[in-house]
């Protein structure tokens, strides 16, 4: 747990949204609060502590005791896989941060019939920060016919090489 939030809370961009208070144009108005605050709330206090400390030597069991209100899996003192408590931690931002917007746009004259609605998207900048893109091309030998596809992404595995140790 404590390496995921050192590395979040030392991401320019991720620190600059909770220190200068921008996630809170962003809060989706039916998350879930404990204690009157949502998640987002305790690392932007957090975040603003820390980044004004001149020693950084800092606490964590507030903000801990403060996530395992809203994150009950990670109560006690059990060991945690990080990519999880990083994946759950993401999932409840990006749900308290997620809200709908109108887009000026035209749909295509099929998605219209189906959405009589104005025309509205969710923006999250939690998906913003941490998704990204896989294109992929794939090209057939024979007939030389190319498909491409995009994929978007929240953790990329990247295979390590293999040195090879010679004795």
């Known amino acids: 747990m404590n390496a995921i939030l050192q590395c979040f809370i030392h991401t320019p961009t991720i620190k600059s949204y909770f220190t200068s208070d921008l996630y809170k144009n962003n809060i989706n108005k039916d998350a879930k609060r404990i204690d009157g605050k949502i998640l987002a709330d305790l690392i932007g206090s957090f975040s603003k502590e820390y980044s004004i400390l001149d020693d950084p030597i800092v606490s964590l069991r507030k903000l801990r005791v403060g996530i395992t ?11 945690h896989d990080a990519q999880e408590f990083f994946a759950m931690l993401i999932d ?14 035209n749909k295509s004259a099929p998605a219209a019939l189906f ?16 998704t990204g893109k896989l294109c992929t091309k794939v090209t057939c030998p024979h007939c030389m016919n190319s ?9 990329l595995s990247i ?4 040195e090879v140790v010679v004795i």
């Open 69 to 79: 209100k809203h994150l009950s899996q990670f109560q006690g003192y059990h060991q």
């Open 92 to 105: 409840k931002l990006t749900e308290e941060l997620t809200v709908s917007v109108t887009s000026n746009f």
């Open 115 to 130: 959405n009589n609605a104005e025309n509205t998207e969710k923006v999250s900048a939690m998906r913003d920060f941490f």
């Open 147 to 155: 498909t491409e596809k995009e994929d978007s992404f929240l953790y």
């Open 159 to 162: 295979p390590l090489p293999v």
